[in-house]
């Protein structure tokens, strides 16, 4: 068998284990450094003999992990879970993507799965040890991608208002994605790929990316299924805010606008200005000043209006998250020993004028739940839960096909209450458990086999059921099926619909999170 594959930009050479072939670091677009900065991605010019892709390719520069969400992660979560708190290699060249599959050159047309990181809109990349793909790829037979882009400051800073080279500036790290996938619509038949039936996937920061390009014109046509993991985006940023961000951070820098002097500029000095404007460290549920995708030529909609009028139409659609994702980001200790005027003071920082109503709401449903309890599943809703079923009910309004599921396998808590927090089910969805020890055990089996096959199933089909979980009806806002994955997978009907009402006259914008 060949380890080399020929790309419309040259030849590479993988490596093969663990039963598949896998490419790493291969480019799709030009080094974004320089005179290129907060600019559209550009073609890779081609080069000459064989391009040694066995390593994974620089992650985009960035604030840590703890500089984003305000606080560490453990120094056993690498060893653990397989995420890392900082990355271990940057730099402006990063538009790089990976393939793993089980064969290049066999001819086949498998399903192609894309998957796009987490980290918010600001940090991570394609390289976490949790993030590889070779057991998805070897035990279901299908293709892997990952893809690394542009991010936070390098990404999302609006210039537009500016100067008209940068009319797209607030946009640029989801035109990296698109790049990244019409490079895969024309080269991944080389790595034994279908081009005419591509799967995005992503979870947390990635399944925000996966509502975006649903939203993106340029982006129709290159992929068909839509898997949304813990994270959606129903508004874009506002070009007036978005400037308004931007020149905070040339003041900062006290720098001008112009082209030369941007790109001059030492990038170690653009993050230092992203963490500044954002106001450091900050918790997740705090919101501020941000580097998001904005309002503009290649995102001319807000994505949760674009669902609702026509961008899911044809594409299958699975939306889902776990049951208490904020307990990831509740990490202070005091959380434990919340009263319940503790309780309504934290949540009036997150929820302001609703938060009294929500309290009320919840404590009417659980009279008995201690009040940690039922901040975390407050808080869990409002990030979370509660965005996901809007997401699902404007997609299936409009006529789309959407699945909605809910990820309920957990670890108990200092309270001894098993909840299931963020990031969770993918170690369970990329069959890679191995990387992630510390949810290891007997139920790691059929999770796998209800969560991966799911996505595999959607992939090849456009339907996530399979012989494996129950019958799993397209979701509706009657009924409201839902797949509740646990060890034994359950098929409810508006599960925790008391606790959904609660919100019903909240408006879309005073709930979820905002990168």
Request: hydrophobic residues 40%; aromatic residues 6%.
């Amino acid at each position: 068998m060949n380890d080399v594959v020929s790309t419309t930009n040259g030849r590479i050479r993988g490596v093969h284990g663990g039963g598949v072939w896998s490419f790493k670091g291969i480019p799709y677009g030009a080094d974004t450094g320089g005179v290129r900065r907060f600019c559209p991605p550009q073609p890779v010019e081609p080069w000459l003999g064989v391009r040694d892709c066995s390593i994974f390719g620089p992650s985009c520069p960035q604030m840590t992990v703890a500089q984003f969400t305000g606080q560490e992660m453990p120094a056993t979560a690498e060893q653990m879970m397989g995420v890392w708190n900082h990355e271990r290699h940057t730099g402006e060249d990063c538009l790089a993507l990976n393939v793993w599959t089980l064969s290049p050159d066999d001819g086949a047309r498998r399903a192609v799965l894309v998957w796009l990181h987490g980290g918010g809109m600001n940090t991570g990349s394609a390289s976490w040890p949790l993030y590889d793909f070779t057991n998805l790829a070897h035990h279901n037979d299908v293709v892997v991608v990952s893809v690394n882009h542009r991010l936070g400051i390098l990404g999302f800073l609006d210039l537009s208002s500016r100067h008209e080279i940068y009319a797209d500036s607030g946009n640029v790290g989801m035109l990296d994605i698109v790049a990244a996938l019409a490079w895969i619509r024309d080269n991944i038949t080389a790595f034994g790929g279908d081009a005419g039936n591509v799967t995005v996937f992503g979870e947390s920061g990635g399944g925000t990316k996966v509502n975006l390009l649903l939203a993106m014109p340029a982006a129709r046509d290159l992929f068909h299924h839509a898997f949304v993991m813990s994270g959606t985006s129903h508004f874009a940023e506002e070009p007036d805010v978005a400037s308004d961000t931007a020149a905070r951070a040339l003041a900062w820098l006290e720098c001008t606008d112009d082209r030369g002097e941007l790109g001059d500029l030492a990038v170690e000095q653009l993050i230092a200005a992203e963490i500044t404007v954002r106001g450091g460290p900050r918790p997740v549920t705090r919101r501020g000043p941000r580097f998001a995708p904005t309002l503009g030529p290649s995102l001319t909609e807000h994505p949760i209006d674009a669902v609702r009028a026509h961008s899911c139409r044809e594409v299958e659609l699975v939306v889902g998250c776990t049951t208490h994702e904020m307990l990831s980001f509740v990490g202070s200790p005091d959380l434990w020993t919340l009263d319940e005027r503790g309780i309504r003071a934290h949540l009036h920082d997150v929820l302001g004028t609703n938060a009294e109503r929500v309290v009320d709401g919840y404590r009417g449903i659980h009279p008995t739940e201690s009040p940690s309890s039922l901040y975390i599943a407050i808080v869990s809703d409002w990030a979370m839960r509660v965005p996901h079923i809007r997401l699902a009910e404007a997609a299936s309004s409009a006529g789309g096909m959407v699945s909605m599921y809910l990820f309920a396998w957990g670890m108990p808590g200092p309270d001894d209450v098993v909840r299931s927090g963020h990031g969770m089910d993918m170690p369970f969805c990329f069959d890679n458990v191995e990387r992630a020890p510390v949810i290891d055990g007997p139920h790691a089996a059929p999770l796998t086999n209800a969560m991966s096959r799911a996505l595999v199933a959607l992939a090849r089909t456009g339907d996530p059921h399979h012989d494996g979980v129950p019958e799993w009806p397209r979701y509706d806002v009657e009924e409201r099926p839902t797949m509740r994955l646990d060890v034994q997978p359950v098929l409810e009907r508006d599960p925790l619909g008391e606790e959904r009402r609660v919100w019903d006259d909240i408006d879309d914008r005073e709930i979820g999170l905002r990168a």
